[in-house]
């Protein structure tokens, strides 16, 4: 068959423009198992070409082996290409020939580096043109697969003047074409600068030193066109939105060039939230929620970076900033913000926790400012959006906020003040974001001492941070005793319901993961027993409740949920270092317990979760006893099956009471 594949995949382009669908459906066919067989056997390749990785598919063959496999492959390639340029102001097909033709190209592994000896890149330099040529295409698919294409055929980043297909040739070349540059009777092709935009930021993307091919007329473009053409807004929002990407590619971290993109970016997120809420039909601002995703993502990515130094003078500033576009009424602005912003979280935080070289008191100053920004942001949305705030961007908000409190209260464990009053939100503010949060999860968790389980499925995964906002309430209610709420009991209880509800064995794990760092948070286990009784008789039972729910968090599945529970029942916060608890552990643990609680009724408790879990087998007993007795009095083997009994096995049997509604 290897002698037919070349074939085949002609005949499968050329079959797309075949007026039958028989023909068509074939065509497609053979060119899926070529692109699998021949091209890249990776089904779950990144086919949106929106995303480009920047060394490609590392099982793809190259285009020297392609060709070389099936030397008509190119000659035909090539010869479809041209014909398609020819005619592509007159085809406005939705599905043409050339957007297979291209994606078989942009699929082959980046010439750069796979290339081994010079010469090897000739044929390859006969398709830069007409790829060059497609960037203008109508469709934004076949721009989008011309311009990937144009990195694979890329030999690299030298600099020399014969070397064709060259980054700094290719580059030259397609800066030439836009419109910024055109001769006085050359026509404005928007298609074509957004193309060209494209391919400019694909290849600054896969070369390793980016910045030394942005400079002169380069430079002068992506300025241009990231600014939204000078804030003239005369070429459409995906142009500005391709320059903006190109223009991050190339920035180098710390320079005056980084904070030009930043207000640069700022002032477009200002005009895309304006332009959104116009009330006006054009097709001018076709691209406007793609610009709002880029110039968002790439205003945070900065200002994050600058926020976590620590001699940064503009950090209020950037602050502002960040609020602003974390709050921002529009849509795509908000998500695609917090989204850039929690990315980074994790590592930034834990890096300033751990650097020697800053001082504690900075330390706080930084954590505590994006505490602010995300819990002001948090009640914000929450206020104005309700329960049909965007749960995503809750969840990621919530997540950030948590996270700087683990910080803080690490920090500043030794010290008198309070991390409530550092970030400035007072542990009721943090029970009602934890209440708010927990009737957008999607769980139905109350608090209730009853829970039923086909309740516990689904959801989007906020209850978890839910549960930890309300431990860091209960904990710094605990820590406030001068002020002495009144409503803590209250609170307590109803926070040991959630845990017992959200350690259901039938919840996620992520949920049950929540509820075991919550009961290491909320500070009620390591509390001592004479702390417990000068807030009333019922925090100590809660206290005893929560350590039995760590012994039942013993043996969850999850390693995870596990870890956590073993880290909070261990007498110091090193003692266990593995995910799993040994039996060693687990007995120790009980008889530690068990000395400690052994005059507050702990065996009353302990009974009267057996009789609990014990409920109905009795009746299962006696049904099963009642069945056997019919099964041995019955005549003849029909007589066996639903005859006398009170459970009904097959058709007549109830249906699952655990069956998820369509």
């Known amino acids: 068959m290897r002698f037919f594949v070349g074939d085949s995949i002609i005949a499968s382009l050329i079959g797309y ?32 070409l929106g995303t480009m990785k920047d060394k490609g598919t590392t099982n793809a063959v190259t285009c020297k082996e392609l060709f070389r496999s099936y030397p008509p492959l190119a000659t035909s390639l090539l010869s479809l290409i041209k014909e398609e340029n020819a005619k592509a102001s007159f085809n406005d097909s939705l599905h043409p020939t050339l957007f297979p033709l291209l994606l078989l190209l942009a699929r082959l592994q980046p010439l750069s580096i796979q290339r081994a000896q010079t010469g090897d890149d000739e044929t390859s330099k006969l398709f830069v043109d007409p790829l060059i040529d497609c960037l203008g295409h109508v469709h934004h698919k076949v721009r989008l697969a011309a311009a990937r294409a144009l990195v694979v055929l890329c030999s690299g980043d030298g600099n020399s003047e014969e070397d064709t297909n060259s980054r700094c040739s290719i580059l030259n070349r397609c800066t030439m074409k836009l419109s910024l540059f055109k001769q006085q009777n050359d026509q404005v092709s928007h298609n074509r600068d957004h193309g060209i935009l494209l391919a400019v930021k694909y290849l600054l993307g896969a070369s390793t030193h980016p910045e030394k091919f942005v400079d002169g007329r380069l430079q002068q473009a992506i300025h241009y066109y990231a600014a939204w053409c000078d804030f003239t807004l005369t070429s459409p929002p995906f142009c500005a939105s391709a320059a903006l990407d190109a223009w991050y590619i190339a920035v180098q971290i710390g320079t005056a060039d980084e904070s030009t993109l930043l207000e640069t970016s700022w002032k477009v997120v200002r005009c895309v939230e304006f332009l959104s809420i116009q009330d006006y039909n054009s097709t001018g601002v076709v691209g406007l929620s793609d610009l709002g995703k880029a110039a968002s993502r790439i205003t945070c990515k900065i200002v994050f970076t600058q926020i976590f130094k620590s001699s940064s003078e503009d950090r209020n500033r950037c602050i502002f900033i960040a609020q602003h576009c974390f709050q921002s009424s529009n849509y795509d602005v908000m998500l695609h913000s917090i989204k850039a912003f929690k990315k980074g979280v994790y590592d930034a935080v834990e890096d300033v926790s751990r650097k020697q070289s800053f001082e504690v008191s900075v330390k706080i100053e930084i954590l505590a400012a994006i505490a602010k920004l995300a819990f002001n942001c948090l009640s914000i949305i929450l206020s104005r959006d309700g329960k049909t705030a965007h749960p995503p961007t809750l969840r990621r908000l919530s ?35 934890a209440s708010v949060l927990l009737c957008t999860s999607g769980y139905e968790m109350t608090g209730a001492v009853e829970v039923k389980p086909e309740n516990l499925s689904g959801g989007n995964g906020l ?23 009144a409503e803590l009991n209250g609170y307590i209880q109803t926070f040991v319901n959630l845990v017992h509800q959200s350690t259901h064995p039938l919840s996620s794990w992520k949920i049950r993961y929540g509820g075991a760092v919550a009961i290491k948070e909320c500070g009620l286990v390591q509390m001592s027993n004479e702390d417990c009784r000068k807030f009333g008789p019922c925090v100590e039972e809660s206290k005893l409740q929560l350590c039995l729910k760590l012994l039942e968090l013993f043996q969850d599945s999850d390693e995870d949920v596990r870890f956590v529970a073993g880290r909070t029942v261990s007498l110091s916060a090193n003692t266990l270092t593995v995910p799993k608890v040994s039996l060693m552990n687990l007995e120790q643990s009980s008889l530690r317990l068990t000395s400690q609680y052994s005059t507050l009724g702990m065996y009353n408790l302990l009974l009267s979760r057996l009789l609990s879990l014990c409920s109905g087998v009795q009746n299962a007993i006696n049904m099963t006893i009642t069945e056997y007795n019919c099964t041995l009095q019955a005549p003849t083997l029909d007589n066996i099956l639903n005859l006398s009994t009170e459970r009904l096995i097959f058709e007549e049997e109830d249906a699952n009471p655990y069956e998820e509604p369509l």
Not at 18 to 35: E, F, G, H, L
Not at 399 to 428: F, G, M, Q, Y
Not at 467 to 485: D, H, P
């Open 463 to 485: 209850a978890g941070n839910a549960l930890e906002f309300a431990a860091f309430a209960i904990s710094e209610m605990c820590q406030y005793k001068s002020r002495g709420y």
């Open 399 to 433: 997540r950030i906020s948590i996270e700087i409190i683990h910080a803080l209260r690490s920090i500043n464990s030794s010290a008198t003040t309070h991390v409530t009053d550092v970030v400035e939100v007072s542990p009721p503010e943090l029970w009602r974001i």
């Open 17 to 48: 423009k075949d007026p039958s669908w028989a023909i068509r459906n074939s065509a497609t066919m053979c060119y899926a198992a070529a692109m699998l067989r021949v091209v890249d056997a990776d089904k779950n390749a990144d086919m949106t």
